[in-house]
Structure formats: C-alpha cells, structure tokens
C-alpha cells in the first residue's frame, strides 16, 4: 500500500486509452483530509478511473443530471422501468443519468463494471451493495436528487444519508414546518424574522432528512420526533438506540444539503462532475 492510499484519494487515468494501464500510468489526485473544498472530476472522461478512500472519509459527489453524456445511461432492467414510469420526459431522463451516475461512480470504488453493480433494499426501501462485492471492503452509499442535480455519497464503513433540495418559494412556508419540526423547533422558528425563516426551514429540513435516510427509515420516522436545533450547526443525535452526526453541507450550486452519518463525522471530500 502507497503511503497516497493509506490517505485515500482518487485515481484518474492521465488517457482515456488506460483502461488497461497501470496505476503507474495515472494520476493520482491526493484529496487532504478534512478539507472542505470542492474537486471538480472529469468524471465522464475518466473510464478505468479507480476510486478509494479510507476508514473514515466521506466522498460527496454532486453531479448536474442535464449535463449530456455520450455514455450514458447504465441501467439494470428494473431501473429503466421505474425511469418509463415518469409522466414527463425530462424526469425520466434525469432518473436515467441519476442512476447511471450512481452507478459509474460506485463502480471505480468496487472496482466492478457499473452495470454488473447489484443492489438491494431494506424493509423502507433504501438501497444498499452487497457485502463484500469482488471481495473489496463494503462500501455504503445514499443518493438524493432535485431538479437538475444529484447528491451521492460514499463511505466505506459508515451508513450515511444526504439531502439535497434546490430552493424554491412555498406557499404556507409555516404550515411546511409545523410538519417537520419538533415542538421546541417550531417554537425557536417562529420567532426568527421573515428573511431567516426561508433559510432555517430549508436548514433544518435536509438534515432531518439526511439523518432519516442515514437510518435507513426515510420518513416512515415522523421527522417531528427528531430533534436537531434551528440553529443550523453539526450535531450528534440519537435516534433508535444508535447515534449521528448531521451537518449542513456548502455546495456550489443553489442547493441546500446535508449529510448525516452513523458514529463520528471525520474529513468530507467533495467532487464535482463535469
Ligand atoms: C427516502 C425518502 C425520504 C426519499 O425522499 P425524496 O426527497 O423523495 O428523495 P431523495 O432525492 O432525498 O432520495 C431518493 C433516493 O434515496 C434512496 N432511498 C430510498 N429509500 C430510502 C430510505 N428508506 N433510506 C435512505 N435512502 C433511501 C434511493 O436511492 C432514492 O433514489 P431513487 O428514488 O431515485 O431510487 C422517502 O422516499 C421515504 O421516506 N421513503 C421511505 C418510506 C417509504 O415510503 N418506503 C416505500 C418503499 S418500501
């Protein structure tokens, strides 16, 4: 093991020929721990690109589902009909990139071609990697998407759980928090001034529902038993006898996101596709 791997980091093949190259033939993108800052990735450029990370990193890819691709879609049967299932076309086609997206990159962790990737789901229906696929270390991931974009993340042991929700204007701006927030939020909340109001809902919202989807329940947890604070800052919870960190995170793009984790919330590394 190079001392780079110990550190985790991504491969990037230096030709779009090396799929079969050495790693000695690529560069090697040594992402420092705990930065917050975003990398973009060539992503679609990149075939034969390997990816790896360490115990306790997070990898957060955030890529832009109108953005044409030659190579997509990827998708298993069952994907590509629950994609004809979309009224509007362009819902399908982001559903057909989403999916593909999650499985490109997934693959380079596996080290598994991306259509030969096999999930399953849980009781509520959040889809996980087998164990151990092509005897790599499990690798866990969550996916969230709105409107134009896609939120991926990848942990190699820890669950994790991400929102992501471009920012839009609602009608009963209130009558959407009192559905999500706990007593005392709702209480903090309605002393904030207007201006505020728009941002701590947005706030508060994609951390409950990234500690939802970290727990692997999504919203079969009423998010108004969790308790996470309007103040908008990292916080450790408890939630059915197992504990989180979630935390807002800074994108580039008019999004608001979030990120929960199961256990301690070390360095997140950010990638955005191009
Ligand atoms: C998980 C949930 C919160 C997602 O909400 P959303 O805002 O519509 O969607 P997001 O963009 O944040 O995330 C969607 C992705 O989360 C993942 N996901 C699905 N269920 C999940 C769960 N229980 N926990 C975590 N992640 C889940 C999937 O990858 C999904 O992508 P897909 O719909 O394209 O397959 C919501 O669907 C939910 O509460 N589901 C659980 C309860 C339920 O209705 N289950 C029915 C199926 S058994």
Redesign the pocket.
Known sequence: MTPQRERGGLFIPSTHESLSGTKRDRDLIYIPRRTKETREIGFHDAQGAEYFMIADEIHLWIGDLDQPSPRLPILSQK?EV?AQQFLKPQDARR?RV??SF?REILGRYVKQPPDKLEFE???????FLQEEVGGAPRTFF?????DRYALLAVSRDQEV?????VEREFVDLPGMARQIMSCAEWTSFRCLPPEAAHDAFFDLWTRK?AL?????????IDPRETHLGIPNKPVTVRLQGRTFCVESVLLSVRAKAAIAVEGELHGIHMFKAR
């Open positions: 994907e629950r559903f989403a999916h999650v789901f849980n009781a509520a229906g959040k889809p969550n996916l969230a998407h709105s759980g991400v929102d992501i929700e529902e939802l989807k970290a727990a692997g329940t999504g919203l079969l």
